[in-house]
Each structure stands twice: as structure tokens, then as C-alpha cells.
């Protein structure tokens, strides 16, 4: 929290988003025991997803995870070969209790800014990089983001944070998500600026 540096493999996350990260897979575990392995459910094939640990059988019924706090079943199966597979359960899919409160937390909420009575200094008062603001505004535009939507100027945190609540892109095209690394680096300001838009060009 000193340093507000998150660490391997949270590094897209702040310190504060990290640690929750971690009390969400710690409820998980506690659960349901520790994941055999990780899957990325962009991707909806269920078949023979990870290598198999030693001594499973067919019908067991093996852990995985798939975000923090997130888990699923996968149920080893034998393959028309012989050989051992397993096949993803989507219907077992859970979170922990701590990674469904921090979700409707911020579903509820929304994005802000919410500033606390008192705050000093005020947190949404920063300004920001014009240049990046001003390569991440254009973006949007040609991406089909409003002027209304994006503001008059991008001058503080506040004003970066309004508007990426405002555009709602998670509605919009894959794309976006490489928009908002970039404009959540703009806000942290984190030393991952310049390699978020590097990104969001080379896409």
C-alpha cells in the first residue's frame, strides 16, 4: 500500500484493486480447495482446456479458476482413444462472497467521481497528462464516443473518470477495452501510461 505498486500478476490492477483481488481468491479457496489451473473464459470451448495433474480419474471432478474469486468445474472424462480429457461444467460457475460484493459494489455506485466529505487533498482535483488526454479523447471520437459523452476537457481525474462512466464502453467493441487500460493508467496515473497507448495505437 506504501508504494501503490501492485505486483505480479495483478499489474494491471491498483494496490487497493490487488488486494481485493486476493481476499477474493482466499474466500474461494477456503471453499472450494485450491485450482488445478486457470482458464480464460473468453473463450467458451469446453474441451481439454489445461494439462491433467497426475492421478485423476474419470468422473473426478477438478477446480479451476477463472478470475479473482472466480471458479468452475472441470470433469475429467475418457477420450474415444483412452486418454484422459476433461470438459468444462459452465453451469458450476461461483464467485466468493468477497468478489460478488466488490462487482455489485461497483455496479451499484457506478464510476464517479465520488468524493468524500472533507477529502483533502482532493483525489479527482490531480490533473492530468494533456498529451495522453488528448490521444485517448481522439480515440473515442474516431471509435464513435460523443463530445457529449467525453466532456468538454479532460483536465482533472474527475473529468476522466465522468467520462469513461459516460461513454459506457463495455457495451461497445472489444476494441474498447484497450481504451479504458489506457484511460485507467491516465487516471492512476501509472507509470504503465505510455505502454497502455502504445498498445491502443499497435491495435
Known amino acids: 500500500m506504501r508504494t501503490a505498486v501492485a505486483i505480479e500478476p495483478w499489474t ?4 487497493l484493486e490487488m488486494l481485493a483481488a486476493w481476499i477474493a481468491d482466499d474466500a474461494a479457496d477456503h471453499l472450494w480447495g485450491a485450482p488445478v489451473a486457470q482458464v ?17 480419474k474419470p468422473g473426478q471432478r477438478l477446480v479451476v479458476h477463472f478470475d ?10 475418457r477420450r474415444a482413444d483412452g486418454d484422459l480429457g476433461s470438459n ?23 464510476l464517479g467521481p465520488h468524493r ?14 494533456a498529451s495522453a488526454a488528448g490521444i485517448l479523447r481522439a480515440w473515442a471520437v474516431r471509435h464513435g464516443a460523443t463530445r457529449e459523452q467525453l466532456g468538454e476537457q479532460w483536465r482533472t481525474v474527475g473529468d476522466v473518470v465522468a467520462a469513461i462512466e459516460r461513454v459506457d464502453w463495455m457495451w461497445r467493441s472489444g476494441e474498447w ?15 504503465y501510461l505510455t505502454y497502455r497507448l502504445e498498445e491502443l495505437a499497435a491495435g
Do not use: I, K
Not at 460478488?100 to 455506485?109: H, M, P, R
Open 68 to 77: 479473482a474469486g472466480g471458479r468452475l468445474d472441470a470433469v475429467v472424462t
Open 116 to 129: 468524500l466529505p472533507g477529502e483533502d487533498p482532493d483525489p479527482y482535483a490531480r490533473e492530468v497528462a
Open 12 to 15: 494491471d490492477l491498483t494496490a
Open 88 to 110: 468444462l461444467d459452465f453451469h458450476s460457475l461461483r464467485y466468493s462472497r468477497p468478489a460478488e460484493a466488490q462487482w455489485s459494489w461497483g455496479v451499484a455506485a457506478g
Open 40 to 56: 480464460d473464459l473468453n473463450s467458451w470451448q469446453a474441451e481439454d482446456r489445461f494439462a491433467l495433474p497426475p492421478g485423476v
Open 177 to 191: 477495452f484497450g481504451w479504458w487500460r489506457g484511460a485507467s493508467a491516465l487516471v492512476d496515473d501509472s507509470a
